[in-house]
């Protein structure tokens, strides 16, 4: 397939004029609290996003799904969720395919701008193309291997890899897939997977190298910004094989690009079951121990929450003591209202992600839009 050029991608990315833009066209709709600002600084500014975002992770690799996605991500913005995010190996690339069509439809049907939408992506694990009908063994070889993207070495667990120029190839599939010329927060994706088989110094030595690649696609502008999203790395003490310092990751980042660095956000779960990153003391900040949301804020790093239903098992078995602390959703709350009210309201998330494919899910949780966030003590 040929390569884009750049008249084949929507131009742009969210911005601070476009997010306070949409804040204000859903206006008194979101209750105090909804709406946050996402700092990144230099000459993108503030960013307004809301409190809850739309993840794209579950669902079977069907056009149905697509469909289901395309219809849901595009009611959830006109009700005033603007934050989305995706990864490429989703779905074997369903999802970001999907994302891409779905903004170019709302942006055709006036639902947003582009300046107005925070779109997220992810790069680490190996994204097969669905459309590719070809062995996976001959697949690695053809598209990676012998094109120099990566060595065996470097492809680590049949499943990861974190060399400069994969991740590199990684934003130009997630650019082509989305049909955006830039991608506002780029996530390296799970690194730590790569602690069960590599030594921890290999592991940062890699993270500096993508870090590397994440301040030169920002200066490129096909990124406006970077993160780390993870599972384990930042929730398990440094005692645990897949820990990460937070606090090492961030002193790549100046030491690449000085203040004016680009890494912003790091994401990790956090829920009524998960709570690790609110309340274990897992980073040290000089030389202190504290929680990930503590050190998060000390590093200036905004946090997203993944994760917020645990998979769906907060829907069907939330503890009851988290019901029980917002009588303000009504008689009628659900478990999955509670759930990311609980998530949204903690200190220290700036956005809870959740996975919204049904209209009818997309409905319950949205109706949290006209209810108060703001952070909670305790």
């Known amino acids: 397939t040929p390569t884009p050029g750049p008249s084949d991608f929507i131009p742009g990315h969210a911005d601070a004029a476009g997010t306070a833009n949409f804040a ?7 209750a105090p609290g909804h709406f946050r600002s996402l700092r990144l600084g230099g000459t993108v500014g503030d960013l307004v996003l809301s409190s809850i975002g739309m993840g794209t992770y579950g669902g079977p690799e069907t056009d149905i799904c697509d469909r289901e996605y395309v219809e849901s991500l595009t009611r959830g913005m006109s009700l005033g969720l603007n934050l989305i995010d995706c990864a490429s190996n989703y779905r074997t690339m369903h999802s970001e395919l999907a994302l891409g069509k779905c903004i170019s439809l709302a942006i055709k049907q006036g639902v947003i701008s582009r300046n107005e939408v925070i779109v997220c992506s992810k ?4 994204s097969f193309d669905y459309r590719e ?19 065996r070495e470097e492809f680590v667990g049949g499943c990861h890899c974190l060399s400069p120029a994969f991740l590199k190839n990684q934003v130009e599939v997630s650019r082509r897939n989305l049909g955006l010329e830039t991608i506002d927060i ?7 997977t790569q602690l069960n088989m590599v030594s921890r110094s290999t592991v940062l030595g890699r993270m500096k190298g993508a ?30 094989k897949q820990h990460l310092p937070l606090e090492e990751l961030m002193s790549y980042a100046k030491e690449i690009a000085g203040e004016g660095h680009h890494f912003k956000v790091v994401q990790a779960p956090y829920n009524g079951k998960l709570q ?19 050190a998060a804020h000390h590093l200036g790093l905004s946090v997203i929450a993944s994760s917020s239903l645990d998979n769906g098992y907060l829907t069907r078995s939330l503890n009851p003591d988290i019901r029980a602390k917002f009588p303000e959703l009504g008689e009628n709350r659900t478990n999955a209202q509670c759930a990311i009210q609980f998530a949204r309201t903690t200190p220290g998330v700036l ?28």
């Open 186 to 192: 780029y996530f390296v994706h799970n690194p730590e």
């Open 351 to 378: 956005a809870t992600l959740v996975g919204m494919r049904t209209m009818s899910h997309l409905e319950e949780n949205t109706t949290l839009i006209g209810i108060p966030a703001n952070s909670r003590s305790g």
């Open 133 to 151: 009908d070809i062995d996976p063994y001959t697949y690695i070889d053809n598209k990676y291997i012998n094109t120099n993207l990566f060595t």
């Open 123 to 126: 790069a680490g694990f190996l």
């Open 211 to 240: 870090f590397q690649a994440m301040e030169e696609l920002c200066s490129e502008g096909k990124i406006t910004a970077y993160g780390v999203a993870t599972w384990n790395a930042f929730r398990v003490n440094s005692s645990g």
């Open 276 to 294: 690790e990153a609110a309340n274990q003391p897992t980073q040290a900040i000089r030389g202190k121990r504290m929680p990930l949301f503590h």
């Open 24 to 30: 204000r066209k859903i206006g008194a709709r979101a």
